[in-house]
């Protein structure tokens, strides 16, 4: 066991680098014009995530070689799922057709299910999830069909500071599965139309609120398109709730989502002085846009 989880750094910090050397090859050459371009960042970090997780979570007696292989590939579909999922936003974002977003949302959903199972080392079908705001529901096909509920509680800390000084939109929140809130201004950023921060979404009262809506639902998938980071940490969770019964209990409740965390990160490196700019926001504006919202600044 020690030398398992001695073996997880040198691959967490392998995923650090080759996840920002991706980043870095991506701003500099894939500029997201063309459907190609955005693909290629999509299936490449969902080969990244599921190839460095299943060689994290590799037993000492499997093949370097046959662990990577597998998932990196089954990552890179997932990805590219989530590249779809994307697709179908764009053509809300186009129609204002609103029999688009579900569809989406479970597009993405399967696809991030294909990464987190590749960076668990589990089979493409053996796990499924749907992220309904903080909520989490789970299926189990593995053995015998199971289906559970947890909580991500990184998530419902951002709803609720999403939540303060803003009424919840329910209808709108019904019609594109995450919760959404209604607010005069966000925050202290004047121009602002809206704001995705987790799983949660803040408009403005304002028409130009609901133009946003598309681009904020991009950043709530990008948000849950890291959720392979999670299956990272699954051998030192299950080691240590083996001996503290609190631990065993807490993750039976909850489902602790790092990707807050990772996205982040990856936010703050990617676009430091909060401007229009780098690759997280290219991506938002390339799929949540249309003629007319191309014309608006977006957070």
Known sequence: MKTR???????????????????????????QNNDFEAGFMNVGIGSILGGVGALINKRPEEKFGKILFKGMGQGALGGYLVFESKRLVREFAKSGNYTYIWPSKIVNSVGTSIIENAAAKRDLWARWHLN?????????????????????PMDLLATAYQAVDA??????????????????????EIGYYGRAFGNSIQLLDN???????????IHTYQYESFSGFNNYFDTTEARFSKNHQILKIYRSIFYTDYNLLLGGLISIIDNPKRLNEGIIESEARYFGNSDLINKIRYN
């Open 132 to 152: 309904i705001g903080f909520n989490r529901l789970e299926i189990n096909t593995k053995e015998n069909f199971k289906l559970s509920y947890r909580i991500m």
């Open 5 to 31: 989880t001695i073996k997880a750094f040198p691959f967490f910090l392998k995923f650090i680098f080759g996840f920002f050397f991706l980043f870095n090859l991506t701003e500099k050459t894939v500029a």
């Open 167 to 188: 009424k919840p939109d329910w209808k709108m929140s019904v019609r594109v599965g995450t919760f959404v809130f209604r607010t005069s201004e966000i925050g202290q």
């Open 207 to 217: 028409i130009y609120g609901d133009l946003a809506l598309p681009h904020e639902i």
